[in-house]
């Protein structure tokens, strides 16, 4: 059985599908990972199969002299690492369709990981939609968001 992938962007407008197993899947806790993503750690899975843009493509962003970042241009999801010019890219595990599909099994830059994961369990959890002004909220509230899975076609937007 052969293993497939595919993601995309919040908003729909890059979408891409790989074949096979990947080669790493790994977070990394580096301060240039924190800021490129906007989050506490860089979660990707890497693949040596070539990934395929089946619809946009990502914008680049040079962030070093040898690391491209991309994201799409229209919603700002940021969906690969790229080491050196023309490699092929690590995909950001969030952007997959089934993320729970891939699991870390490296981590990289322990010395700088958030302080929030020491405590990670002992944080009080409130599940969402508690209260009834938040059934409220989520009742009214229309999702743009692209769905997880590929599509025909897709208005960016969802419009």
């Known amino acids: 059985m052969n293993e ?24 990394c806790n580096c301060r240039m990972c924190q800021k490129a993503l906007g989050n506490l750690t860089g979660p990707f899975a890497s693949f040596k ?18 690391v491209w970042r991309g994201f799409c241009a229209d919603c700002g999801t940021p969906l690969t690492y790229q080491w050196g010019e023309g490699g092929n890219p690590a995909l950001t595990i969030g952007s997959f369709d089934e993320p729970e599909r891939l699991l870390p099994t490296v981590e990289f830059a322990r010395d700088n990981r958030h302080p929030i994961f020491e405590h990670y369990d002992a944080m009080v959890v409130e599940p969402l939609g508690n209260t009834d002004e938040e059934r409220d909220i989520l009742a009214v509230l229309r999702s743009f968001q692209h769905p997880d899975r590929d599509t025909d076609s897709w208005t960016v937007g969802g419009q």
């Open 4 to 27: 497939s992938y595919s993601g995309g962007c919040q908003c729909g407008a890059v979408r891409y599908h790989v074949e096979g197993p990947p080669s790493g899947v790994s977070i």
């Open 49 to 66: 199969a070539r990934v395929a843009w089946t619809r946009g493509a990502p914008k680049l962003f040079r962030s070093s002299d040898r």
